[in-house]
């Protein structure tokens, strides 16, 4: 079951990924919204993982504790798609903070 939990998990991320790329660019610069989304989602991540890894070693994972600590996740990464696809697409910065770079290697955190 709780393979199937994490597969779960990793079809959520998949389907947040796979959106279609539509022309949606924008004039502005909204590397400030896409890092804020980015960052709660890193935030979520951090805090549900460990406590998965937690239960593991400690022999307490049950379908119920892993299941809400999964529940989570889904709900942080559907939370981050709405969001984005709710974002207009920046046209980013490699001098003003949040940059590009910033924002992906927060991106890659969460992907890990």
């Known amino acids: 079951?709780?393979?199937?939990r994490a597969l779960s998990v990793l079809a959520a991320a998949l389907a947040v990924l796979a959106?279609?790329?539509t022309a949606r660019q924008s004039t502005t610069n909204t590397n400030q919204a896409i890092h804020d989304i980015v960052s709660t989602l890193d935030q979520a991540i951090h805090v549900s993982i460990p406590n998965i890894l937690t239960m593991q070693a400690n022999h307490t994972a049950t379908d119920g504790t892993v299941g809400t600590q999964v529940n989570s996740l889904i709900t942080a990464f559907t939370t981050a798609q709405t969001a984005l696809a709710a974002t207009a697409v920046s046209i980013?910065?490699?001098?003003?903070?949040p940059t590009n770079d910033e924002i992906s290697i927060i991106f890659s955190d969460v992907m890990q």
């Open 92 to 97: 980013g910065s490699t001098t003003v903070s």
């Open 1 to 4: 079951m709780l393979a199937f």
């Open 19 to 21: 959106n279609p790329l």
